[in-house]
């Protein structure tokens, strides 16, 4: 019988990418062109319907511009702010908006041509002028109408794509990664992104199939189209035929039969061979994938990433909508604990528009924007207080790169007990307050940081990327993103070790933990909590179980003495080699 | 009717906050309300349509009024042209 590489080296129709989630998915593709703003110029029956699409486009435009006004709110005085206010204002503009559903009910035209044509009319007379004097107005003209458009689409969206699809994209954001995980997609494949972009970490924790970094398949795929994703090695096969289906089908069902075997091992602790027991704690990104957390047999929540509220809610959330979250969130999980990050904003999780930074990764995000964004940043601490009564609640602060930033931020903690105090709120008087170690400055000065703080957790993605200075979701550096690099790893050596010198605990959040091949390592490297994947889990699970403590622990001692990465590389894979141990791709 | 002719005195010109200033004025009152310039006729009470207009330090506009309040929205926004948008 053919092997994988067998069959990849035969195939003419095979589009490579990475690995991004693993598994093996077989589907009809939907091709989805966000980027390119494609109108549909077809015509309408029902002019009712168009109008009211219309209507509840421009009311989500708006919401969608509040949102980011709050959060940008203190940064963005005067100017900034009235270019904000007259986008909003072109949403409530009487002589546009009458234009446009008188043309909806003469012309019946899509609305999102009616729209595109309309706001056209006034970005031509615009470019008769001279264009630096109107470039800034005609960029912002140009930004209401694609999402007044992208707003009228996405109902579009919603409504064709159907069950058991695969997504080919050229980017996804968390935002489209809910709406189809609605939509029990099968698989996703993008034109961009690495291993640590948001389509691979949400993929692998909705437990899809997805190969990421693939350049052109947006442009070698076409709609209606059968694809297989094989996630294991990054490949996509094109229309496939007769002996790739067969093959592939057997593949899947033999994954589908381990997994099943893989997910008995949910009550078994995740102990070494010499008795050290590993703690496997879960990320988690979507609210929905809860279910996923137990039946992988998570203890508990390290790492639970607010962002997604956001995205989620069109609206910026309460104090009490936060309150509500966290809490069902602590008792969902008790007795166990769920470790709360702090909404880790700017970057590239969440892009401010008309806030361009040139270097976004070295600019306002995580705890900087937190704490330039004092009353956002209270209604998340005064809610996670509130949330806190079980008190299996501990929360994160992201991005942290001074003592000062963790300072004022214990300072507003206290500030927001005090307040709940005097209103007689009942919360956890102790709540155990740590920091994401995943700046450089941070992981330098761990003693010190951990002096400050109950807790520390390695987020080995941004770390990663601030130690090699390499940016994570850029394709024509991803190799040098090395996440066995000996810097990397003598790093994680000295922030393991730090902590544990002030007594506090350490944990990794990073996607390394889930990385089947950097597991020994870590349990090697002292580390006795991992969060990761849920669905990553019963893997990491499997491979624990087999290693001895004190073998894993000699294999981190050599890996530290080496000078590159091949060299740890070669010597994990001869760990792997030695302790019989087979990575899940070369089991099915 | 009312009809006056205006001159733009400020440095950066007709930009995005004075065309949201003029529009939110121009929204309190019942009269219509237009800017025509080179020929172009806006209606001053569409955001877009002031937005779009290209009106530099030193271009001159004709503002029309035309309404039961238009005395007091002329007032209000000549007013406003005349302070250079209160960039001055």
């Known amino acids: 019988m053919k092997n994988f590489s067998q069959i990849f080296k035969e195939a003419d129709n095979k589009i490579a990418g990475l690995a991004a989630a693993p598994g093996i998915a077989i589907a009809k593709v939907y091709l989805f062109m966000k980027e390119k703003l494609v109108i549909n110029q077809g015509t309408i029956t029902d002019v009712i319907e168009a109008q009211k699409n219309l209507e509840e486009a421009l009311t989500k ?292 528009l008309d806030f361009t930074e040139p270097n976004p990764f070295l600019g306002l995000r995580g705890i900087r924007l ?109 190799d040098l993103y090395q996440e066995f690099n000996p810097a990397v790893i003598r790093t994680l050596y000295h922030i393991i070790n730090g902590s544990y010198k002030e007594g506090k605990t350490v944990s990794i959040c990073g996607e390394m933990a889930a990385d089947t091949l950097a597991i020994p390592l870590l349990v090697g490297l002292g580390l006795t909590v991992l969060s990761l994947s849920p669905t990553t889990i019963p893997y990491a699970k499997r491979i624990i179980r087999t290693i001895s403590y004190s073998n894993a622990k000699q294999l981190a001692e050599e890996c530290l003495s080496f000078s590159t990465e091949k060299e740890i590389i070669e010597r994990i894979e001869r760990f792997f080699k030695d302790n019989t141990i087979t990575r899940t791709r070369n089991i099915i | 009717m009312i009809e006056k002719i205006v001159k733009i005195c400020n440095k950066a010109g007709l930009h995005t906050r004075p065309s949201a200033t003029i529009v939110k004025m121009a929204a309190k009152y019942e009269s219509d309300f237009y800017i025509t310039k080179d020929g172009m006729n806006i209606n001053g009470k569409s955001i877009i349509g002031v937005m779009t207009l290209a009106a530099e330090m030193g271009s001159e506009l004709k503002l029309t009024f035309d309404g039961p309040d238009e005395e007091q929205a002329a007032k209000e926004i000549i007013n406003y042209f005349n302070r250079g948008f209160d960039e001055l």
């Open chain 1, 61 to 352: 435009s708006k919401k969608e511009l509040n949102k980011i006004f709050a959060l940008a709110a203190e940064k963005m005085e005067g100017t900034r702010a009235s270019i904000f206010e007259a986008q909003l204002m072109i949403l409530d503009d009487p002589v546009l908006k009458s234009n446009i559903l008188k043309r909806i009910e003469k012309e019946k035209k899509q609305p999102e041509f009616i729209v595109h044509d309309e706001i056209s009319k006034y970005q031509r007379r615009m470019s008769v002028f001279s264009e630096s004097y109107m470039n800034e107005r005609a960029h912002d003209i140009e930004d209401i109408k694609n999402r007044i458009i992208r707003n009228l689409q996405k109902k579009g969206w919603e409504s064709q794509i159907t069950n058991n699809m695969i997504i080919i994209s050229d980017t996804l954001t968390p935002a489209d990664m809910i709406l189809f995980s609605r939509c029990n997609v099968k698989g996703f494949v993008t034109d961009h992104g690495g291993l640590t972009s948001h389509a691979a970490i949400i993929s692998r924790s909705l437990n899809i199939p997805a190969v990421v970094g693939t350049h052109n398949s947006t442009s070698k795929i076409e709609d209606g189209d059968t694809v297989i994703v094989d996630g294991f090695h990054g490949y996509v096969i094109v229309n496939p035929n007769e002996e790739q289906l067969d093959f592939f089908k057997r593949k899947a069902k033999k994954l589908t039969e381990l997994q099943q075997g893989l997910l008995k091992l949910r009550d078994v602790p995740a102990e070494t061979t010499d008795g050290r027991e590993i703690t496997l704690m879960a990320n988690v990104d979507v609210t929905g994938e809860m279910d996923v957390v137990f039946t992988n047999g998570a203890k508990g929540i390290g790492l639970y990433r607010t962002e997604q509220i956001l995205d989620e809610l069109i609206e910026f959330p309460t104090e009490d909508e936060q309150t509500k979250i966290y809490a069902n969130l602590s008792s969902r999980i008790y007795p166990d604990t769920v470790t709360i990050r702090a909404f880790d904003i700017g970057g590239d999780k969440f892009k401010i």
């Open chain 1, 370 to 478: 937190l704490l330039k964004n004092k009353p956002l940043f209270k209604t998340q601490i005064r809610a996670v207080l509130r949330a806190s009564k079980e008190k299996n609640i501990y929360f994160m602060l992201p991005m942290v790169s001074t003592i000062f930033e963790v300072r004022e931020a214990k300072a507003l903690i206290k500030e927001c007990k005090e307040e709940l105090k005097n209103e007689n709120i009942n919360f956890d008087k102790n709540l155990k307050t740590g920091i994401m170690v995943e700046v450089p400055s941070a992981a330098v000065l761990i003693e010190q940081f951990a002096r400050e703080v109950d807790f520390l957790s390695i987020g080995t993605n941004d770390l990663i990327q601030y130690l090699i200075a390499v940016d994570r979701g850029n394709d024509l550096v991803a």
